[in-house]
């Protein structure tokens, strides 16, 4: 009830200050297009490099140097600490990466963004930026007709500039005929309660718009035309930095516990920076000014050193608390304790990993996975045997034939509480998350999604063998006993298998052998073929009922068995031409 009445009345106050002052106009609209340059130059990256910034994260982060150096050069480079932020989170979500590499990467992102505010105050006050603009937008538009994603993607690229050169130009123009009319600086408060207030307005404005970088350009561009104090401004940088981790505690609401220890790290980092800055704001700024002059930049040129000060503060931070990283990540893996999730829900499928492709497509598998775990002990159970009993040493021939005690396993249950849900979540979120991805991506979750289905019904088989198993293991006729224990026997052989491919200390030459032996053996479930039910039927050891089932309940087990080796392709052998497995091969 408040939210509904609150929020209209701050849209429509912030709407008649917009409506009613034309410079506040200009310069807010400077700001909405530069974040719309920001927001194209993020997906025209992401486009570009395809999926080479999310390998590079994940393959030069083994050491801590290593990880904030890795954070530094993505955001330098893609200009955006939320999209490194983004990936973090979502390596975290799907194990490819521990937390301490993850804040070393988060550190380095921090002093990347303050690139932003090097590029803001040289390019958008040295040159004149306003002859570029134009054809950076037309070229880019050019571009984006291109077939081919990565030229697509550096339309992008070109148009975001464009944007960003054309929100700067804006925003200047906003403050240059604002100064006429008004001097905000006169407005300025002194001493640490003003410091103070700047840093809050630097933390809101960053909140509500989602960039430090458009924070940082549009205290430049106060600055440069005068509208602030250098002072004011130094306060508004360390603010900006504050605001900036909403971001990745908002994008950490979804994921798993590693993702909000993340975000909390994000923000103690930040924020502990921040309260140096602030302490020692004072000598900060003094060496800041040595290493200005030392750098050979005027002593009027506030821009310059204001990016510099960006810079500055956000290393000493890292310089400072990096050492404490162990400690940190031991204090925050004792918060967010992993809640016992229901059966029926998923492990790995957090909204946050479907914006990354590479995150996406591991989360799935793994899910997949997750779901064949949970169907093995009800496909074993409806067999009347145990886990351990399969996967152990002991003859699987003396096993089966020992153990006819029936198990009571509910199939019906199991699926309805435990598995149809989770089903449907791996569909839903593979389905989602094949819109953002490439086609060879595209393909492997079409394979992940078969595989998930065979599981499926490899379960509702097993359901419709399991009536006819109990009953005969314990008939009075030995041949049906002998017949429904030779199933059970090739059921769980293959499942003995399927489990010797999945450890891996085996060789991927093993694995693959071991997938032709279990392929080889499915023709022994033919009963026709192998001429088992006519030898039966005509020594009239079984009646035509019998027979029925008998033939009914191979095919049950024949695809079965089938199934569970083409979920062990899909899921454990790495070889694209094992993975589609036609009907002829099955046949041969």
């Known amino acids: 009830m408040i939210n509904k009445i609150i929020l209209p009345c701050i849209f429509i106050l912030f709407s008649y200050v917009i409506f009613s002052n034309t410079n506040v106009k200009i310069i807010?609209?400077?700001i909405a297009i530069f974040l719309i340059g920001m927001i194209f130059t993020e997906d025209g990256f992401k486009r570009f490099s395809g999926s080479v910034i999310e390998q590079y994260l994940e393959n030069?982060?083994?050491?801590?140097?290593?990880?904030?150096?890795?954070?530094?050069?993505?955001?330098?480079?893609?200009?955006?600490?939320?999209?490194?932020?983004?990936?973090?989170?979502s390596f975290l979500t799907a194990d490819l990466i521990g937390l301490t590499q993850a804040i070393g990467v988060i550190f380095g992102s921090n002093i990347g963004s303050t690139t932003t505010a090097?590029?803001?105050?040289?390019?958008?006050?040295?040159?004149?930026?306003?002859?570029?603009?134009?054809?950076?937008?037309?070229?880019?538009?050019?571009f984006k007709?291109?077939?081919?994603?990565r030229i697509k993607g550096l339309g992008d690229i070109l148009i975001g500039l464009g944007f960003i050169f054309l929100g700067i130009l804006y925003m200047k123009d906003g403050f240059d005929t604002l100064k006429d009319s008004?001097?905000?600086?006169?407005?300025?408060?002194?001493?640490?309660?003003?410091?103070?207030?700047?840093?809050?307005?630097?933390a809101f404005i960053t909140i509500i718009i989602q960039s430090s970088g458009a924070t940082m350009a549009l205290v430049i561009t106060a600055l440069a035309s005068g509208q602030i104090l250098y002072i004011s401004a130094l306060a508004l940088a360390i603010g900006a930095n504050i605001g900036t981790t909403v971001t990745a505690i908002i994008g950490s609401i979804a994921?798993?516990?590693?993702?909000?220890?993340?975000?909390?790290?994000?923000?103690?980092?930040?924020?502990?920076?921040?309260?140096?800055?602030?302490?020692?704001?004072e000598q900060l700024s003094h060496i800041n000014d040595i290493i200005s002059s030392f750098l050979g930049?005027?002593?009027?040129?506030?821009?310059?050193?204001?990016?510099?000060?960006?810079?500055?503060?956000n290393l000493i931070g890292v310089i400072i608390i990096a050492p404490f990283i162990q400690i940190m990540v031991l204090n925050l893996k004792k918060i967010f304790i992993p809640k016992v999730k229901s059966t029926s829900k998923p492990?790995?499928?957090?909204?946050?990993?479907?914006?990354?492709?590479?995150?996406?497509?591991i989360s799935i598998r793994k899910e997949v996975i997750n779901l064949y775990e949970k169907s093995l002990k009800s496909i074993i159970h409806a067999m009347s045997l145990h886990t351990k009993e399969i996967f152990s040493n002991d003859s699987l021939k003396e096993v089966i034939y020992l153990s006819n005690k029936k198990i009571d396993t509910n199939i019906d249950i199991i699926y309805k509480e435990n598995l149809k849900n989770l089903y449907g979540e791996i569909i839903k979120y593979a389905t989602i998350s094949q819109k953002k991805m490439k086609e060879e991506d595209i393909l492997a979750v079409g394979y992940l999604k078969t595989a998930s289905r065979d599981i499926i019904q490899t379960v509702k088989d097993i359901k419709q063998l399991q009536t006819n198993m109990n009953h005969f293991l314990n008939s009075s006729n030995v041949y049906m006993k002998k017949e429904y224990n030779f199933l059970r026997h090739e059921i769980a052989n293959t499942l003995k298998g399927i489990e010797y491919i999945r450890q891996d200390k085996q060789t991927k030459e093993a694995r693959i052998l071991q997938m032709k032996v279990l392929k080889t053996r499915l023709k022994r479930l033919d009963i026709i073929k192998s001429g088992r039910i006519d030898k039966l039927i005509r020594k009239q050891k079984i009646n035509t009922n019998m027979a029925t089932s008998l033939i009914n309940d191979s095919s049950f087990a024949y695809h079965i068995c089938k199934n569970l080796i083409n979920i062990a392709n899909i899921l454990w052998i790495e070889d694209s031409y094992s993975k589609d497995l036609s009907e002829e091969e099955f046949q041969k």
């Open 28 to 30: 807010v609209a400077g």
């Open 60 to 89: 030069f982060t083994s050491t801590l140097f290593r990880a904030i150096t890795t954070g530094f050069i993505a955001t330098t480079l893609v200009q955006s600490s939320s999209l490194v932020s983004i990936i973090m989170i």
């Open 118 to 142: 090097w590029l803001v105050s040289y390019f958008g006050f040295k040159i004149n930026i306003s002859v570029y603009t134009l054809p950076l937008l037309i070229f880019g538009v050019i």
């Open 145 to 149: 007709f291109s077939k081919k994603d």
């Open 182 to 202: 008004v001097d905000l600086a006169s407005y300025s408060l002194d001493g640490n309660i003003g410091i103070l207030a700047y840093i809050a307005i630097g």
């Open 255 to 281: 994921s798993n516990e590693n993702g909000k220890r993340l975000a909390i790290a994000h923000f103690i980092f930040n924020f502990t920076t921040a309260v140096i800055a602030f302490i020692f704001l």
């Open 297 to 313: 930049i005027d002593e009027n040129n506030l821009l310059i050193k204001l990016a510099l000060f960006h810079t500055l503060f």
């Open 347 to 361: 492990i790995y499928l957090d909204d946050i990993v479907i914006k990354v492709p590479k995150s996406a497509l």
